[in-house]
């Protein structure tokens, strides 16, 4: 690590601490050259593949704007949605591998999604899953009722019951 007062190529850690909830680690470090001390923050990288074969660093801001999208008109509020990001961030940093297909981030989505908003889960469902046809949305459905039902839970916020 460069000092960024000195340009220093060496520097050494004086404190370490967990930041994030865990998702960095925040360190003091003092240069040996000009005694200067100065702040890092280290976080793992995650990184999506993109279906043209690109690769991007992973964005909560993008899983934001798609989620967004199928809650459109639905009575989410922005606080759900970004712990709904923060769950998908998390479910994919416990897979375990730095580098994940987007369409694995869709995936992602649709468990914390379900149990937000079923109309929303099935809106963002649609395109993650590919339904080509009513078929698709009335099997979707089906499921939907039988594990409520299983369960004996009530309909998500706004779902509409019968």
């Known amino acids: 690590m460069h000092c960024p ?5 060496d520097s050494r850690v004086v404190d370490s601490r967990v ?16 005694t200067r001390r100065f702040t890092t923050l280290e976080t793992a990288s995650l990184a999506v593949i ?17 989620v967004r999208k199928a809650c459109q008109g639905r009575p989410v509020t ?20 730095a580098e994940v297909e987007a369409h694995e981030v869709g995936l992602a989505v649709l468990e914390p999604l379900r149990e937000l908003d079923e109309v929303a889960y099935l809106r963002f469902a649609s395109v993650y899953q590919g339904f080509d046809s009513l078929e ?14 299983a369960v004996g839970l009530e309909p998500a916020a706004g779902s509409a019951s019968g």
């Not at 909830?21 to 470090?29: E, F, K, Q, V, Y």
């Not at 922005?78 to 923060?86: F, G, I, N, T, Y």
């Open 50 to 66: 993109k279906r043209s074969g690109v690769t991007e660093p992973f964005s909560r801001a993008k899983v934001l704007v798609g």
């Open 78 to 97: 922005e606080d759900q949605l970004a712990l709904l990001a923060q769950r998908v961030e998390e479910a994919i940093r416990l897979s375990g591998c």
């Open 5 to 9: 007062f000195c340009r220093h190529t």
């Open 19 to 34: 930041s994030d909830d865990g998702a960095s680690i925040r360190r003091r470090r003092q240069c040996p050259e000009c």
């Open 136 to 149: 698709d949305f009335e099997a979707a459905i089906t499921l939907l009722r039988a594990e409520r039902d």
